[in-house]
């Protein structure tokens, strides 16, 4: 008898109405991740199926392992990217928590846009993504290749950019990336952020 394997969830997308981004650029962006989430319970099922059948020392079994962590992560990572946006988000707060927190990671928060946007910009297809150190609380902007090279491991995901192709190209040309970053700042969801925020002592 085949191993029952836990199935994942779609998590509905709701984001109409954001500013510079169409909602048929949100749809499109939500299809896409369904399919990565279909694509998670398909290779858990044939890692499963393998497993069962004796073969994880296989060549098959290596591959679809690795391809995981590709699926694994899209999924995930396109649920904090559209969960940290909404309609008219705004400026962060001076006031909040995190703010402060940049302020004490990059010296100024003016220092921390400049290089998240950087990040950003950068050639390739990934994310750019700020983290949390949980051993001291303090912020970095990272860049991840494809979804799954370049996290830093344990740290938190605190805001979430895809800087794929697909995440802007219904609504600007491929060259035009620093417009989509303009519209996604336009939308993000701060409060959000600042609850994924881990408050600590240091």
Same mark, same amino acid.
């Given at each position: ?33 369904? @399919?990565?989430?279909? =694509?998670?319970? *398909?290779?858990?099922?044939?890692? !499963?199926?393998?497993?069962?059948? /004796? ?51 990059? @010296?100024?928060?003016? =220092?921390?846009? *400049?290089?998240?946007?950087?990040? !950003?910009?950068?050639?390739?297809? /990934? ?58 700042? *336009? ?16």
């Amino acid at each position: 008898m085949a191993t029952s394997v836990y199935e994942y969830k779609a998590t509905p997308i709701t984001l109409m109405g954001l500013l510079g981004l169409s909602d048929d650029q949100i749809k499109q962006h939500e299809k896409l991740y369904n @399919g990565y989430v279909t =694509n998670v319970n *398909k290779l858990n099922s044939e890692i !499963a199926r393998l497993v069962d059948e /004796g073969k994880e020392s296989t060549p098959e079994f290596a591959e679809q392992k690795r391809r995981l962590g590709f699926e694994y992560n899209g999924m995930i990572l396109h649920e904090l990217y559209f969960g940290n946006m909404k309609p008219n988000g705004g400026e962060l707060p001076s006031a909040s928590p995190l703010y402060a927190r940049i302020v004490e990671s990059f @010296g100024s928060y003016e =220092n921390w846009d *400049k290089d998240f946007k950087a990040v !950003a910009k950068m050639r390739g297809v /990934g994310w750019a993504i700020m983290y949390q150190n949980p051993t001291n609380g303090l912020l970095s902007n990272h860049w991840v290749t494809l979804h799954e090279e370049g996290h830093p491991a344990g740290y938190i995901p605190v805001l979430i950019m895809d800087a794929w192709e697909h995440a802007f190209t219904v609504d600007y040309a491929p060259t035009e990336r620093p417009k989509y970053i303009e519209a996604f700042f *336009k939308n993000v969801d701060w409060q959000v952020c600042a609850n994924r925020l881990v408050m600590l002592e240091h």
